[in-house]
Structure formats: C-alpha cells, structure tokens
C-alpha cells in the first residue's frame, strides 16, 4: 500500500514538474513575442519623435533579457542629432513570477551628463523603478515607483516624497486603467525666507478604444494643495483639479474639460475660487482618428505637407463643429465674475473649407459676460499697490469708473445695479458687442 502511494505520489510530482516546466518555457514564449509587436505599434508613429530600438534579446529556459535605446529626434531635419538613453529588461518567465506568464523588471541606464545629480538626490538607488507583470490571458500590469529622498545645497533643501502608480491593460489592449500618485515636494531655502510646499498629487484615469479606434473615458489629476512663502507673505491654492472626459456616439466624439480651484489662498486664508468647464463635439470620430495620425507622422517629417492633414481634416469640417464655454466663474475676495459662449461651425463644402472667407462667413459665437463692482475695485486696488501707489476703496471705485466711462459710453457695456455687463455675437463675418456692431 505504501509503495503504491509512493508511486502515485511520485507521478504526481513529475507531472507537476512538467507542467511547471512547460508553463515556465511558453512563458518566455508568450513574452518573447510581445516585443516585436509592442514596438512596431509604438513605433509606427504613436510616439512621435521617440523610437524604441531593441539591440539584444535572449531568452533562455527561466530567464530573459531585452536590450533597449530610446531615441528622441528633437528636429526630423537634423537626424544625427538625437537624445539617447539606453535600458535592459530583466524577464523572469513561467507561472510563478507574479502568477502570469512571467515577470519584467526595467532597468534604465541614465546619460553620463545625468548620473552625478541622479546619484546625488537618489545614491544608489534607482530613481526610477518600473515592474511589469504579463498575465495568463495576456494583459499586463505595470507598477511603477520612484523612491522618496532629501538632498541640498547651498541654495537650500529639496525633498522629494517619492512616486507610485499602477497602469494595467486588457488583453486585447483595448482597455487602460491607472492610478499614478506622489506625496508631493517641497523646497527651503537656505536662509529659510522662501518656502514652497506641494502636497499630494494623484492622477486617475480609465480609458478605452472607442468603435473608431480613439481612446474614450475619464481622467482627473488633482493637485491637493499647494503653499508658498517669500520674505513673510504666502499664497496659495487648495484642490486644484483638471478633469477630462470623451465620448463617442452615432460616429461622433465629443469631449469636456473642466478646471476647478476650490480655495485661493493668501496668508493662510481663502480669498476666491475659479471654475471653468468647456466642450467640444460633433467631430466626425474616423476623421479625428486620421488626423491624429497624421499629425503623429508630420512630427517625424522634415518638412511636412500640410495637404495631407487638410484632406483628412475635411469630414470633420463636411460635417460641422460645436463648441462651448459652459461656464468661467471667478470668486475673488467680495467680487464675482461670470462668463459664458457657444461657438458653431457648420457644414462646408469641399470648395467652401477652401476658402476661409467662405468658413467666416458660416462661423458663428454667441457669448455673455458680468464682473461685478466689488471684483473691479479689488483689482484696480491691488494694481495700485502693486506699482507703489495705494488707493483707498473710494478711489479705486473711482479710478474703474473713469476706466470705464468711455465703453460704456460707446454701448460695449452696460452698467447694472451691481457692475456691468456685456454679450459677444458672431454671425455672416460681422462682430457685435454688446449689439453694437464693430468696424
């Protein structure tokens, strides 16, 4: 009974060894085989200026490692003159490495010029370390990291709180999800009068190919607060964010971006806060797709025709444009400002898009705007203290007045109980503000 165990315990375990093993080489298989394919996509414009060129591979039973330079060409018409780092990726292959078909661990090998201040700030660790994880069905996962450090010199202190993320893609790299975070810096100077602070700063964003091939989804960096002090006096902001977002309906992309700072501070205080939100759609999804394309091309090109990005701009005009100014709202101390447009381009024909007076003449904007007194007199206050002239609310009020009686006086604003006001039209090539016609 014993033996038999043995047996069937001894089968078991060669079994295991083989799969383990076979797992292990089609691992390094499976990597192997991304490479050429990775780089013919990146390198087939998508990057622009950068080429990736791989010097050396070998793959062996476990392991592997890839060689690599990136190369930027700062200007096409000059090709000898290039920016070059090189790097190796160190590949562990089979099951176990992370659980997927092997692991890579990224290594660059920084510029001479580059190595004495990178050594001086990191020592001997790497300042950048990048992992990437191939998983069973062929996504991946990347992690990356710099390390935290505090160096100085005689102009002050300088610590950097380090850098993480995490970027992982689908296997039919279709879809991107990532979170990249920083605890943020800070620099003193070495007589201690300036001192400027940046918190947290995180970016997040998931992103997927649309039916035309763009990448369509969300994205949001936010920059948590950020504090600066000179000779005694500080500014400053809380939660700054940039949010983005694109769409795609009906053969239709569309986009919105919106700013938005919650807190302006000084000295310690909130003093305002800003808000703008903008968009932009009906833009033909196919035709973007080309023209992006193209224009990554023209990066690589000595001297670019433009013919080809005309032709493939064409649907997108055959098709008109929208876009729009949601809202820009200022709050600054007491005062407030508001400002709002929609702007329309609408079909045009191939002989029209070939005559710009043609594309004026169907351009249209139709926009609003109101400060109030409060803002206006805050202004013309700090504009005087600034050139060394203080003034009193009194004359500041007064000083906006006489600034602007002479529009007012020509109808480009009306004045309102609590500040003023104005519009802006475009239509058929003629300007009018605040429906007053401009020459």
């Not at 050396?56 to 920016?83: A, L, M, S, Y």
């Not at 005689?154 to 879809?175: C, M, N, P, V, Y």
């Not at 239709?252 to 971006?257: L, R």
Request: glycine share 10%; with cysteine; charged share 20%.
């Amino acid at each position: 009974m014993d033996s038999q165990l043995i047996k069937v315990g001894a089968a078991v375990v060669v079994a295991l060894g083989i799969t383990w093993g076979g797992t292990t080489w089609y691992g390094g298989q499976q990597i192997a085989a991304q490479y050429p394919k990775a780089l013919a996509k990146l390198n087939d414009g998508a990057l622009g200026p950068l080429k990736i060129v791989i010097n050396k591979q070998q793959f062996g039973f476990f392991t592997g490692r890839v060689d690599w330079d990136v190369i930027f060409t700062p200007n096409p018409c000059e090709p000898d003159h290039t920016i070059k780092f090189s790097g190796y990726d160190d590949i562990k292959n089979g099951v176990f490495p992370s659980l997927g078909w092997g692991e890579i661990q990224s290594h660059i090998i920084w510029p001479e010029e580059a190595r004495p201040i990178l050594t001086k700030i990191f020592g001997t660790k790497e300042p950048l370390q990048i992992k990437t994880n191939v998983g069973f069905l062929g996504g991946l996962q990347v992690q990356v990291m710099s390390p935290a450090s505090t160096f100085g010199n005689e102009k002050g202190s300088f610590e950097w709180k380090g850098f993480t993320g995490k970027i992982t893609q689908d296997r039919t790299a279709s879809r991107l999800h990532g979170n990249l975070i920083s605890p943020g810096i800070s620099f003193t100077s070495a007589d201690k009068e300036t001192v400027i602070t940046l918190d947290k700063v995180s970016y997040d964003f998931d992103s997927q190919k649309g039916q035309s091939g763009l990448g369509l989804g969300q994205g949001e960096l936010v920059f948590s607060a950020l504090n600066a002090v000179n000779a005694g006096k500080s500014f400053g902001f809380k939660d700054f964010k940039l949010i983005s977002e694109t769409t795609e309906k009906d053969g239709f992309f569309a986009m919105s971006m919106t700013y938005k700072v919650a807190e302006l501070l000084q000295e310690g205080k909130s003093i305002g806060k800003i808000e703008l939100a903008v968009t932009a759609d009906h833009i033909d999804a196919l035709a973007l797709k080309d023209v992006v394309a193209v224009m990554q091309k023209m990066q690589t090109q000595c001297k670019p025709a433009p013919d080809r990005l005309l032709k493939a701009a064409q649907p997108i005009f055959a098709k008109g444009i929208s876009a729009k100014v949601n809202h820009l709202d200022i709050g600054f101390f007491d005062g407030k400002a508001h400002a709002e447009a929609t702007a329309n381009l609408p079909a045009l024909t191939v002989e029209e898009q070939k005559d710009p007076k043609s594309a004026v003449q169907k351009f249209s904007v139709d926009g609003k705007a109101n400060v109030t007194q409060a803002l206006l007199i805050k202004l013309a206050d700090i504009a005087g203290k600034t050139q060394g002239q203080p003034t009193s609310p009194e004359q500041s009020a007064q000083m906006v007045e006489m600034m602007l009686a002479k529009p007012v006086s020509e109808g480009l604003l009306s004045k309102s109980a609590d500040g003023y006001t104005t519009t802006l039209q475009v239509c058929e090539g003629k300007v009018s503000v605040n429906g007053t016609p401009l020459n």
